[in-house]
């Protein structure tokens, strides 16, 4: 029985080509050409005015925090069911996350919390679209607009999901995204910041060039501290290709998670990632929630995937959870559904064959239930 890996990237003679190129021949004045492609192709998918290619999703996310004027004994509202690359800027800008529970269907960010954990210090609140489902963006703008708090929109997860015709990530006063590995599209690391925001953009792209403004005429001369964030032209070329190819990749995530939810709706005790009216889902990561009466726990489920040699991946703990966070257990969704959840295998070139051997190992866990 071979492996299932619960993520994989695709990668086809045009992605090697590119970076082939790159490598030959993107150095000295031609340096920038794949990563200002990149950025181009990046801005037209998402229907954003700028977009900054960085190292890393965390690099895009702390330079637009830090663009905001977010700094010591500020505080950042986000879900607490998120991985730590979204709190960890905050904390290295001398902030303070402030974690609050989550919707029981989306698993992103709960608003009317969300509004109740706004202080005086609250300097932004963080949506970050979990596994390629939606934030309530409506709601969430309306209290960013009602406080005067800007909303940031995490997207790394949310490459082709949309919000009622609007690209995830388009909608904050920046978005961020990941080309990790793992995420549907790929150039190994790498990340890109989006805005809408002139001002903002300026910021970001002069701390992204360790603090030089770009009408700075003097060689070796920052105008402030910066960051080191970039991406690189071999990435870009990747990413170049990967753009290329951003349909085909996000229909196959989707066709997947369609295939997941046509065998497993029909069984109640279980749900999967939500796809509203007016949305479109990007399922970076198809994930089955079981109800509490289901008797399943993470521990069996790993196990009954294990034996099939199916790598199947644990549901983000909460993050107040982590040892260098202070317990929010009354964030209750947030630190049951972990307990009871899974990530599904999904990558590109995942065969349907794959799909019903992982679909078979769901249906064991329900079915044990109403023996
Ligand atoms: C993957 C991910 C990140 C981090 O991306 P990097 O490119 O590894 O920095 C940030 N936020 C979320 C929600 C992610 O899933």
Redesign the pocket.
Known sequence: MNRIYYTKPSITELEVSYATDAARNGWGEDCYEYINRFEEAFKSHLGVKYAIA????????HMGMAALGIGPGDEVIMADT??I??AAPVVHLGAKPVFVDILPDSWCIDPVLAEAAITPRTKAIVA???YGNLCDMDRLLAIGSKYGIPVIE????AIGSVYHGKRAGSMGVFG?????G??TLTTG???MFVTNDANLYETVLTLSNHGRTRSQTKQFWPDMVGFKYKMSNIQAAIGCAQMERIDELVNRKRDIFLCYRENLEIHSDVSINPEPKGTVNGV?MPTVVFDKQAGVTREKLQAAFSAENIDARVFFPPLSSLPMFVDEPQNRLAWSIPERAINLPSYHDLTDGDILRVIDVVKTQVDRKSV
């Open positions: 960085t190292s890393s999703c965390t690099g895009a996310l998120n991985w690359a979204t970050a679209h979990l995490d997207a790394a997860e961020s995204f990941s080309f990790h793992t995420k690391e790498g990340g970076w």
